[in-house]
Structure formats: C-alpha cells, structure tokens
C-alpha cells in the first residue's frame, strides 16, 4: 500500500501527520490532473478540522485552475453520487470516518464516483515528496472558483427518497447519526418516507462525533429501541458511510447478517446475479455456514470496500460489504452508503412482513478474538514457515468449527491474529498459540 494512502484514503491527526499543507499540494495535483476548467466536488463531515483541509483543497484546486464545489457538512456517498449524477471530473471527501473527532482524512473519488485509482494516488505522494518537482499554477482567467453546491446535497437526499419501494407510515425507527454527516440527512429521508423516526447523537459541535455513539458504540440506540419499543434502529459512523442495525430487541445486527437479510432477499427474487455475493477475509464464519445453508455462493476479498467493489465491478455481482457496515448496493452506489442500506434493509422487513429479529436469526454469529501484535517486519512474519505451520496447525485442529486468520495491518506495523470457534475459550487458546509462535521468532517489539 502507499506511504499517505490507505485503503480508505489519507487518514492521520490533524495539523499532526495530516495539515492544511497536505491538502492544499493534493488540491493542486488533482486540478492539475484533471486539467483547467474541471469541477471537483468537496464534502466534509462535522470534526472542527474539516473546516480548515476544506479550504486548503479548495486553495489548490483553484490555483491549478479548477473549480471546488463545495458541498459541505455531507455524507461520503453522496459526494460519489454528485460526481456520477452531475458528470464531475473527481470529487473529494474529508473525513475519518469512525475515528475521534482529532483525526481527519481526504478520500479521493475519480469521475465514476470510485475510490482514486492506485497509480494517481501514487502520484500524489511523488508530488507531496516533491519528487516530480513543482506543477504550474493557473493564470488570470484560468486560476479557478469556489462554488456552493449545497444544493448537491438535497438531490442526493431526493435520489434516497426515490428508492424506498413503501412508505414507512406506522413504522416507529430509531437513528443513531454519530454527530457526524448525517445529521442533517438521515431525519429527512425517513422523516419524509412517513416513519416516526426517533433520533440521536445529531448535534454535532466538531468534536463529539463518534464519542460513545455511531455505530461503533451501539449502546444508546439499543437503549433508545427498548425503551421507546421501536420497530428497528439504524446507526452510522462519521462519514455515514457505514450502517449497523439494531433489532426490535435491541439486539446488534452486523454488516454479516446485513449481507445475509439480502442476499437471500434478492436470491429469492432471482436477482441475485451469479448467485454470489461479495464479502472479506473478515467476515464471521456464522455467515459462511448461513449462506451454505441458503444456498448461495461468496467470494472473499482483502479486508477494505475498495477491494470489495473492485471484486464487484470486476464480475457484475451486486451486493457486498463488510463486518463493519460498509454494504455496496452495486445498482444504487459505487460506495458504501449507511443510509441507503437503512433504506434497504426496511424494504426486504416491510415486503416479507416479519421482524427484523426474525429476518437476523437465521445467521449464527460465532465468537471472534482479534490480538493486534506489533511486529519490527510485516513481511518476515507473513513468510515465516515457523509461523505459516503454526497457522496450518491450528487449521487442522479446529476443523470445520472454527478457522484461524493471520493477515497484516494495511495502514500500521501490527500482524492481527484472528481466531473463530463455537466457544471464546477456543478462540483465545487458538489466537494465544500462533501469537506465541509469532513472539518467539523475534518479531514483537
């Protein structure tokens, strides 16, 4: 992987590893890249430093000669949306995701609405090393505008409206909006599909998006669907790319048991395009054995959505995602979208008429244990026959009841150790012997 970009952007502490210069020199190449006139759309989530890399990008679009519209508080799909719906040259998305509010990141989409392309972002890093030397700035009539394309955001808001196939009268759906960039979206789209939507953690104030809220902390939307006896409850992370789902029980329902619900929704249908959907590495070896049983057929990528859709796009498939909620809807989006999957997810429970608990039973979650080990050499770890054994040893023990997964971490020095089986104890025994395998050759420091 690159040494700025990862598998979801350029991602570090703001004014720390990632400052207003490293936005202004991205700014710069993408409007040289794109050449003078090009129209690059720019969304921000809530953190109080996407205020600052917003108007740095901005900066360097323009004096290379392009033109920044800026969308503004948005979510990350709906800048892919505005870059594919209005035909822009790239667009731009500044956020962290789930990270706390003093991080930040610039993802980089190009004119399909996909994630930038792996030989232009390596570019970038030349440029920001100032290995390729200076590029030129725009002159006179050339030099570029900003532009409010606030508007961008309500088409986006309306082309999620159209999707719904019922309307949610009677249904009672809570949200959970992370302070973060759905905020000012998600209430207006069930709002307007006639739910009685119950919503929180929408009052973001730059530094308390993702605190104890979103969808990694589910806790206060599982409160808030006991309690105030909701149909359902839909959480999403900073950038709204992400949904996790909480049932009429309060019971979590993973980006697993997501791709579950419909898969063999649109497999029922005879929609399901090779009988296949796309999930990673990652995934809970309880939606393997559901998908089996189901009848339907998975491939299994390199843990990231972008590898997920490049799979995707690469075969036709439709649907795919990951544990963590990021689930690509290939006919609507060529990203994760939180809300859109919300969107989904209350079709297939308005159109079979059964609850969201029912429709999630079927998938058996079995326990996981993830050990994060960090290690002097990625690589040595990963070809090490002492370590590849152990690993094989642990495969054979543990059978068709569990599996064990070495992979190494895409943005940091750390080797993850990850074991599924029907018990924790099981989990911890296997994870605890390939990691001390891994110690003893000399890698942890």
């Known amino acids: 992987m690159s040494k700025y970009f990862g598998t979801d952007g350029f991602r570090g502490e703001a004014n720390r590893t990632l400052t207003a210069e490293h936005a202004y020199r991205i700014g710069r190449f993408l409007g040289y890249e794109f050449g003078e006139g090009a129209q690059v759309a720019i969304g921000k989530d809530t953190r109080r430093s996407s205020y600052m890399l917003e108007y740095a990008l901005a900066a360097g679009l323009a004096a290379s000669g392009a033109d920044a519209l800026l969308l503004h508080v948005t979510t990350t799909p709906s800048v892919s949306y505005m870059v594919r719906s209005e035909h822009l040259d790239g667009g731009v998305m500044i956020s962290a995701s789930h990270n706390p509010y003093y991080d930040n990141g610039i993802k980089l989409l190009n004119r399909n609405g996909e994630k930038m392309e792996e030989e232009t972002l390596l570019q970038i890093e030349d440029y920001l090393d100032g290995t390729m030397g200076e590029l030129p700035f725009a002159r006179r009539e050339n030099i570029g505008r900003t532009v409010d394309f606030s508007m961008g955001r309500n088409r986006y808001i309306g082309y999620l409206i159209s999707l719904a196939t019922r309307s949610y009268k009677g249904k009672k759906i809570g949200l959970d909006c992370a302070n973060g960039s759905a905020w000012m979206i998600a209430k207006s789209v069930f709002d307007a599909l006639g739910a009685e939507t119950h919503v929180i953690h929408n009052q973001p104030d730059g530094f308390n998006i993702n605190r104890g809220c979103g ?183 543990l059978g068709e009841d569990g599996r064990i997964l070495v992979r190494e971490s895409g943005t940091e020095p750390v080797i993850r150790v990850m074991a599924e089986a029907q018990s924790e104890e099981v989990c911890r025994l296997y994870v605890e012997k390939v990691s001390a395998v891994i110690e003893s050759c000399g890698y942890v420091g």
């Open 215 to 397: 969808s990694t902390h589910m806790e206060d939307l599982q409160r808030l669907v006991v309690e105030q006896g909701l149909d359902v409850g839909f959480a999403f992370d900073g950038d709204a790319d992400r949904c996790l789902c909480v049932d009429e029980k309060g019971q979590v329902v993973d980006g697993d048991k997501i791709l579950y619900i419909y898969g063999r929704y649109l497999k029922e249908r005879g929609k399901l395009y090779g009988n296949k959907i796309v999930t990673t590495v990652m995934s809970n070896l309880g939606l393997f054995k559901a998908l089996d049983r189901a009848g339907i057929e998975y491939e299994k990528t390199a843990v990231g959505d972008k590898y997920v859709y490049e799979c995707m796009n690469e075969h036709g498939y439709r649907l795919g995602g990951e544990q963590s909620g990021h689930i690509i809807f290939k006919k609507y989006a060529t990203t994760g979208d939180g809300i859109l999957t919300a969107i989904k997810l209350m079709e297939v429970l308005l159109e079979k008429k059964e609850s969201m608990s029912r429709l999630a039973g079927e998938v058996e979650i079995y326990p996981q244990m993830l050990k994060n080990l960090p290690v002097t050499d990625k690589k040595a770890v990963m070809e090490d026959g002492r370590v590849r054994e152990a690993v094989s040893q642990a495969e054979r023990e």
